[in-house]
C-alpha cells in the first residue's frame, strides 16, 4: 500500500472509532462531548473515504446504518437458546405468592437478592455479537424461531455495531448473544404523530405498535426513518466467561457499550422488591418510555437457571403488572379540529371517566379512515387507553353492548369553523379545508407564529389571537405588525398600558433572527432545525423565496417532501401577500449584511467571498473570476471581514473557522442567485 494509501486507511480506522464513540455518547449515554455540526463532519469524511475506496467499506462501518436495499422477505433464525417468556403477577400479594413456591422448590431462595427492571413494553430483540462485531440480530418470533432483521436493526442509533464502544472499555466475549427490547420512547412517538398529521398522513396508534411495524419493514429506509430505541437487559450465551448474577450481567453490558437502563434497583429482601414495585406503579409516567409493568429477578442466575420453569416461564423471574390504564366509556360525540395547515382532526368527546387517577374527557380518534375502519359509532360504549403522556386514544367500540340506536358518523363536507367545503389530497388519508382566510387556520397560524421558538411574542397568547381575528384587526400574521393602539383599546379588557405592552412586545419581535422568522412561517416540516440550515445558505426571505426545489434538496437534511413544501409555501399567492407585508413593514431579518440581488455586473461590489471545496460547474479560477465580474472581492482565508463562505463539495478546514466566526454559508446557488442570476 502506498503512504498515502496507508495514511487514509489509518485515518478511516481513527474515524470509525471515533463515530462510534460519539454515537454512544449521544444515543446511549444521552451525553454528547462534541456538536452535531462535528459529528456530521466527521461522518461526511468517513464518507468520502469510503467512497474512493468502496472494498474498505465494511459491515460494521457507522456509515452502513442505513442504505440496504428493501427484503423480499425475512429469513427464518433459530434461536441458540428459548427466548423465555414471563409469568405475571398482578399486585404484591402474588409477589409473595410467587416467592412461597419457588422458596419451596428450592430453599436457597430465602437468602437471595433481586433486580427490579422496568418492564419496557416494546419488541423482544436477539443480538449476535462475534469478536464484537454485531453479525446478526432477530425478533422473538415464537421463542425458539424468529426472523432475521439485522439489517433493520442496524438503523437503530443506541445498537452498537462494534464492541466495546469505549476503546478503554473491557474485550467482550468472542461469542456473545444478548437480549433486549427495541421501543419508541414517548416523546419521539408523539413528535413522529404531529410531523405525520401536519403532512396530512395516517398517525400511529401507540408507540409499541409502531416500533413492531417499523421493525418489520422490508424497506430498511423506512426503519431508518422512525425514532427506534433499544434497552438491553440479559445474556442469551456466549462463550469464555460470563456473570453470575444480573446485576453483573447489566454491569457487563453497559462497559461494553450496550443502552442498559439506569432505571434499575437491587434489593436483599421480598419486603423492598414489593415496596419498589408499588413505587414505580405511581413513577411511571417518570419513565421516558411506555412500561407495563417491572420485572423482578433472582440475581443469582445459576440459581435462578435451576428453578427450571413452568411452560415458557422462567420460575426466577416474574413480571409485575402496573393495572391497565384502560377503561370503557360512552362516545358522546365527535368534535372537529382544524390545524395550521388546515388538515381537519376528529376527537371523542366522552363521558368524563378516570383512567390512572386523570380524568379524561377527550381522546383522538387520528383521521377520519379511522373511525370508519374501527367502526366506531356515536352513542358507542369505546375502549379508551391513556398510557404515560401519550394522549388518550380509543381502541375500539365494544360492538358487543351496542343498544341498535348508535349512529355511524360521517366526515364534514364543509370545515368546521368557515363552512367552506373540504378536500382530499390524493394519496393523503387527510381532508383540508383548503380556505387560506379560515379563521381556524389563521388562529393555530397565528399562535405558532407568536410562540416561543419562533417569533417569540410576550404576552400574545390564545385569547388575544383569538380576539384579534374575531375582531377583524388581523387576517395574516404579517398584520400584527401594523396594529394600532386605538384599535386595540376597543376590545375588551384591553386598557392603556396592556395596549402598549402588546405593541412593544411586537416591536421587539421585529429584531429576531432569520431561523425564527422562517420557523415562524409554519412551512410543513419546517422546524426550528431545518429554519437554521435553511438561513446558513439564503440571506433573506427573499432569496428563499426564489429558491428551487433542486437546490433546497442540495442542503444536509432537506429531503425532496420538505423541499416540496417550502417552494409550494412560497408559491402560494396569499403567501406572497403575507410577504410583501412583512417586507414592508420592515420585518425582513438578514443572515449578513449584503445588498438585495440585482441582476447586472455589480450585484457583488463591496462584499468579500472565501472559496472552499469542489463546486458543481465553476472551477476554481471559474468562480473567482466570476465573483470579480459582479464586483465581489475573492481572499484565500476566512476572517471577520469576509462577507460570505462559498461551499463545494469536501469543504476544507475554513468551513470551521467560518463557522466559529459566524460567517454565512453559500453554495454554488446562491451565490449566483445573490449576484442576480436567476
Ligand atoms: S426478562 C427470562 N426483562 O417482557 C427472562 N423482559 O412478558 C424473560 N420485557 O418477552 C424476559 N422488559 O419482551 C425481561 N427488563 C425486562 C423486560 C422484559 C420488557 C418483555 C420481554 C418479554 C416480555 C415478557
Known amino acids: 500500500m502506498a503512504n498515502q494509501e496507508q495514511a487514509l486507511a489509518e485515518r478511516l480506522q481513527t474515524l470509525r472509532r471515533e463515530i462510534h464513540f460519539h454515537n454512544y455518547r449521544y444515543h446511549v449515554l444521552d451525553a454528547p462531548v462534541i456538536s452535531d455540526y462535528e459529528f456530521d463532519r466527521l461522518l461526511a469524511e468517513l464518507r468520502q473515504i469510503e467512497a474512493e475506496y468502496p472494498e474498505w467499506?465494511?459491515?460494521d462501518s457507522p456509515t452502513q446504518r442505513v442504505g440496504s436495499q428493501p427484503a423480499e422477505r425475512f429469513v427464518k433464525v433459530r434461536h441458540p437458546a428459548p427466548i423465555l417468556s414471563l409469568a405475571n403477577a398482578f399486585g404484591v400479594q402474588d409477589v409473595r405468592?410467587?416467592?412461597?413456591?419457588?422458596?419451596?422448590?428450592?430453599?436457597?431462595v430465602a437468602n437471595t437478592d433481586y433486580v427490579v427492571e422496568p418492564k419496557i413494553d416494546g419488541l423482544s430483540v436477539v443480538l449476535h455479537y462475534r469478536t464484537g462485531q454485531f453479525v446478526q440480530g432477530a425478533t422473538r418470533g415464537d421463542g425458539e424461531v424468529g426472523e432475521d432483521v439485522t439489517t433493520n436493526l442496524r438503523t437503530v442509533r443506541s445498537l452498537p455495531l462494534r464492541l466495546p464502544v469505549d476503546p478503554h472499555g473491557p474485550q467482550p466475549p468472542p461469542y456473545l448473544v444478548v437480549r433486549g427490547e427495541v421501543f419508541i420512547n414517548i416523546q419521539d412517538f408523539d413528535d413522529l404523530n404531529r410531523r405525520l398529521e401536519e403532512a396530512g398522513e395516517k398517525t400511529y396508534l401507540n408507540p409499541r405498535n409502531t416500533a413492531a411495524g417499523s421493525l418489520r419493514q422490508l424497506d430498511p429506509g423506512l426503519t431508518a426513518s422512525r425514532p427506534l430505541n433499544l434497552l438491553v437487559y440479559s445474556i442469551i450465551t456466549g462463550e469464555g466467561d460470563l456473570p453470575v448474577t444480573q446485576t453483573g450481567t447489566l454491569e457487563l453490558l453497559r462497559s461494553l457499550g450496550f443502552p442498559v437502563t439506569r432505571h434499575y434497583s437491587h434489593h436483599v429482601t421480598l419486603d423492598q422488591v414489593m415496596e419498589v414495585c408499588q413505587s414505580w406503579d405511581a413513577r411511571r409516567s417518570e419513565l421516558p418510555f411506555e412500561a407495563d409493568g417491572v420485572v423482578i429477578k433472582i440475581n443469582d442466575l445459576r440459581l435462578a437457571a435451576d428453578l427450571g420453569f413452568v411452560g415458557k416461564d422462567p420460575r426466577g423471574a416474574i413480571a409485575f403488572k402496573f393495572p391497565a390504564q384502560e377503561v370503557t366509556t360512552r362516545l358522546i360525540n365527535i368534535g372537529v379540529n382544524v390545524g395550521r395547515t388546515g388538515v381537519l382532526t376528529p376527537y371523542a368527546m366522552l363521558d368524563p371517566v378516570d383512567i390512572g387517577g386523570v380524568i379524561v374527557k377527550q381522546a383522538t380518534l387520528h383521521n377520519f379512515d379511522y373511525i370508519a375502519e374501527k367502526d366506531i359509532r356515536l352513542g358507542?360504549?369505546?375502549?379508551?387507553k391513556r398510557a404515560g403522556e401519550v394522549i388518550p386514544y380509543i381502541i375500539g367500540p365494544v360492538e358487543e353492548l351496542r343498544s341498535g340506536d348508535e349512529k355511524p358518523f360521517l366526515?364534514?363536507?364543509?370545515?368546521?369553523?368557515?363552512?367552506e367545503p373540504v378536500e382530499n389530497l390524493s394519496g393523503e388519508v387527510a381532508w383540508y379545508c383548503v380556505n387560506a382566510a379560515c379563521p381556524a387556520q389563521l388562529i393555530r397560524n397565528l399562535e405558532h407564529f407568536v410562540s416561543r421558538g419562533a417569533m417569540d411574542i410576550v404576552g400574545l397568547g390564545i385569547k388575544i389571537v383569538e380576539q384579534l381575528v374575531a375582531n377583524?384587526?388581523?387576517?395574516?400574521?404579517?398584520?400584527?405588525?401594523?396594529?394600532?393602539?386605538?384599535?386595540?383599546?376597543?376590545?375588551?379588557?384591553?386598557?392603556?398600558?396592556?395596549?402598549?405592552?402588546?405593541?412593544?412586545?411586537?416591536?421587539?419581535?421585529?429584531?429576531?433572527?432569520l431561523p425564527r422568522l422562517i420557523t415562524a412561517l409554519g412551512i410543513r416540516g419546517v422546524g426550528e432545525v431545518v429554519a437554521a440550515d435553511l438561513s446558513r445558505y439564503f440571506t433573506d426571505l427573499g432569496l428563499l423565496s426564489h429558491a428551487s426545489q433542486e437546490d433546497l434538496q442540495t442542503i444536509e437534511g432537506i429531503g425532496p417532501n420538505i423541499a416540496q413544501a417550502i417552494v409550494d409555501w412560497f408559491a402560494r399567492p396569499a403567501n406572497r401577500l403575507v410577504l410583501e407585508?412583512?417586507?414592508?413593514?420592515?420585518?425582513?431579518?438578514?443572515?449578513?449584511?449584503?445588498p438585495q440581488p440585482a441582476a447586472g455586473?455589480?450585484?457583488?461590489?463591496?462584499?468579500?467571498?472565501?472559496?472552499?471545496?469542489?463546486?458543481?460547474?465553476?472551477?476554481?479560477?471559474?468562480?473567482k473570476e466570476f465573483i470579480q465580474e459582479h464586483g465581489g472581492k475573492v481572499t484565500d482565508s476566512v476572517s471577520k471581514k469576509t462577507s460570505y463562505l462559498v461551499v463545494g463539495e469536501a469543504p476544507g478546514s475554513k468551513l470551521e473557522k467560518a463557522r466559529q466566526l459566524g460567517i454565512h454559508f453559500l453554495d454554488e446557488a446562491g451565490l449566483r442567485r445573490l449576484a442576480g442570476e436567476r
Do not use: M
Open 57 to 59: 467499506v465494511t459491515p
Open 97 to 108: 405468592l410467587w416467592y412461597e413456591r419457588v422458596v419451596k422448590v428450592d430453599d436457597r
Open 380 to 384: 358507542d360504549l369505546v375502549r379508551v
Open 411 to 419: 366526515p364534514p363536507q364543509t370545515c368546521p369553523t368557515c363552512g
Open 472 to 513: 377583524g384587526l388581523v387576517h395574516d400574521v404579517a398584520d400584527l405588525y401594523t396594529l394600532k393602539k386605538d384599535a386595540l383599546l376597543q376590545l375588551e379588557g384591553f386598557a392603556e398600558k396592556k395596549a402598549d405592552n402588546l405593541l412593544q412586545s411586537i416591536e421587539i419581535s421585529r429584531s429576531q433572527p
Open 581 to 594: 407585508k412583512l417586507y414592508k413593514a420592515g420585518v425582513w431579518p438578514k443572515v449578513a449584511v449584503s
Open 601 to 623: 455586473t455589480q450585484s457583488l461590489l463591496g462584499l468579500t467571498f472565501v472559496v472552499t471545496g469542489a463546486l458543481p460547474t465553476l472551477s476554481r479560477e471559474g468562480v
